[in-house]
């Protein structure tokens, strides 16, 4: 029996989702655990593999278009069953309403009338060989949804780039590379086409090769380029504005003395190739620190405080078209070198695109660091319905007062690091939030119980 393929829920929030390409084609044999489609959902772009043997009678969702979660987007059966998949699907028009089956039987009638009124035709005749089956040829090219989108609206083959992305993926700079490169070769080949052939060429004008002034219409913008966004920026751009519309958020900011941190990092970096980042450094004081605050480590829902048993840690990463949280699940028990080891390996699945909506989900703590840019602090925005998110800025050497000997302070020099606390003043007073970020700092300024804790 023909069975429909229905949008999959592959994250907690997802409410529909985008088919960004068909890795199948209607015809096709697929085996269970074969890849079928390339969703777009409000986390992440996941390959979907088929649940069942059979083979794909009709694709109801083309490429570009949205679906609602359990919507049907394909139908699979044996070969010869789609006469079997359209009784099904009338056989579910029928719990319709009135409506649904007038509008259902006005489009049977306008295709018996289309289909009466048509000629006959003769099958067109099989080609040569045609008895055995040619194997598929994958035609799937390696590309970020934002270098699809954007190779479509620009009209590039993308089978004709050579992506510079991870494991040659292609990305939206090689898009732009070859329209400019395009661009680049017509101006070339035009003025090749321009010799003066011995003295017989016209002068060039001096504004030849400039770019003609826009006319009063156009306006002192130039042309408009719109670029939709994507479903994973719309989630985004949602979430951040209603944070900002309903949470009433306060900050809270610490400078912190990094000199026993780098030190020891220092330390550790001789007993490895990889040590510890020292952001993972702030992701283990601050899950050690939810373990002791469970009240930021809740959230606010529904007009009550909800608090959870495991301390997950959302860490910010920058993808190529957007800004992914992926989780560290029980950062508080893990330790500092698996912290580290699950950061590197989280960062390079947002880059290279293969990041899972599991694995960008169940935070409930959230850590943004603009440090590596030069940014010296920064207010975070918190996600909701998290009840706060920590802001890192850069590590710097900043004079500060050295009171070792309190009959001569002196200012020095030390690499301190900016942090700021965004908190939910619905679920956090300032004296809740004080103390958290006094503990971190506690912590950062006495790392030698990270490494044991």
């Known amino acids: 029996m023909a069975i429909e393929i229905v949008m999959p829920r592959l994250s907690d929030s997802m409410e529909e989702g985008t088919i960004l390409q068909w890795l199948v084609e209607e015809g096709d044999v697929v085996t269970e655990g074969e890849p079928l489609v390339e969703v777009e959902t409000d986390k ?6 088929s649940e069942h043997d059979g083979t794909i009678l009709t694709i109801r969702v083309q490429t570009g278009e949205s679906a609602a979660v359990g919507a049907a987007i394909a139908v699979i059966g044996r070969a010869g069953e789609a006469s079997e998949a359209g009784e099904a699907s009338q056989a579910a028009a029928a719990t319709a309403g009135p409506e649904s089956l007038a509008a259902a039987g006005a489009a049977s009638a306008s295709a018996a009338a289309t289909s009466a009124s048509a000629p006959a035709r003769a099958p067109a005749p099989a080609p040569a060989g045609a008895g055995a089956t040619a194997p598929r040829v994958s035609t799937r090219v390696k590309a970020s949804p934002l270098a699809r989108r954007i190779a479509a609206q620009l009209g590039v083959d993308l089978a004709t780039l050579t992506g510079s992305g991870p494991q040659g993926r292609v990305i939206r700079a090689d898009v732009e590379r070859s329209v400019q490169e395009g661009a680049a070769g017509a101006r070339a080949g035009a003025g090749t086409g321009n010799g003066d052939g011995g003295g017989g060429g016209r002068a060039q004008s001096p ?41 009433p958020d306060f900050e809270l900011r610490a400078e912190v003395d990094m000199t026993e941190v780098v030190a020891l990092r220092e330390q550790v970096r001789g007993l490895t190739d990889r040590p510890p980042s020292i952001n993972d450094f702030i992701v283990k004081a601050a899950a050690m620190t939810l373990r002791e605050f469970p009240r930021v480590n809740g959230s606010y829902r529904d007009g009550a405080f909800e608090s959870y048993a495991r301390v997950n840690v959302g860490i910010a990463v920058a993808a190529e078209d957007a800004l992914l949280v992926p989780t560290i699940f029980d950062a508080d028990t893990k330790s500092l070198a698996a912290i580290a ?7 390079a699945r947002v880059r290279d695109g293969s990041i899972s909506p599991a694995e960008l989900s169940g935070s409930t703590f959230s850590i943004s660091n603009l440090g590596m840019f030069g940014v010296d602090s920064f207010s975070a925005v918190v996600n909701p319905p998290q009840a706060a998110i920590l802001a890192v800025g850069s590590l710097k050497q900043r004079p500060v007062v050295d009171t070792s000997d309190p009959a001569c302070p002196a200012i020095v020099a030390r690499p301190t690091v900016n942090l700021t606390l965004a908190c939910d003043h619905r679920i956090l007073y300032g004296a809740d939030g004080a103390r958290f970020l006094a503990r971190v700092r506690e912590l950062l300024e006495q790392p030698l119980v990270l490494l044991v804790g």
């Open 44 to 49: 992440a772009s996941v390959t979907y593999e």
């Open 341 to 347: 080891e699950t950061a590197r390996a989280l960062a």
């Open 207 to 247: 504004t030849a090769g400039l770019p003609p002034a826009p006319s009063p219409r156009d306006g002192a913008k130039g042309d408009a380029h719109r670029e939709p966004l994507t479903r994973l920026q719309q989630t985004v751009a949602r979430r951040m504005a209603e944070s900002r519309a309903t949470v």
